[in-house]
């Protein structure tokens, strides 16, 4: 059974950083990408960074380029997000998931299968 739970969220100031993770079970982890989406009170569902298999390619939303880093442990089985120089609208509840290949890609978000429990991560003063 695949399962991806996510940690690390909280409440942080304005400027400050966490670090989520997600505990990646039941599939081989080195062999898919995999993706941070988040959801902000009332929004939609938004792409914020997504990483090959190996690790070697990485995409970020504009929204977050140069403040959030992506990175995957394949030994661990576990992704991360470091969330640095923290914004009010960077309130959301993170979620990871799966990708159904090595590359990361960005289909409709109901093709997506397998999505974690989110970490919510809230931004204020």
């Known amino acids: 059974e695949v399962q991806l739970v996510e940690s690390g969220g909280g409440l942080v100031q304005p400027g400050g950083s966490l670090r989520l993770s997600c505990a990646a079970s039941?599939?081989?982890?080195?062999?898919?990408?995999m993706s941070w989406v988040r959801q902000a009170p009332g929004k939609g569902l938004e792409w914020v960074s997504a990483?090959?298999?190996?690790?070697?390619?990485?995409y970020y939303a504009d929204s977050v380029k140069g403040r959030f880093t992506i990175s995957r442990d394949n030994a661990k089985n576990t992704l991360y997000l470091q969330l640095n120089s923290l914004k009010t609208e960077d309130t959301a509840m993170y979620y990871c998931?799966?990708?159904?290949?090595?590359?990361?890609?960005?289909?409709?978000?109901?093709?997506?299968?397998?999505w974690g429990q989110g970490t919510q991560v809230t931004v204020s003063s």
């Open positions: 039941g599939f081989t982890f080195s062999v898919y990408a």
């Open positions: 990483i090959n298999s190996d690790g070697g390619s990485t």
């Open positions: 998931i799966k990708a159904p290949s090595a590359e990361y890609d960005f289909l409709p978000f109901n093709e997506y299968n397998y």
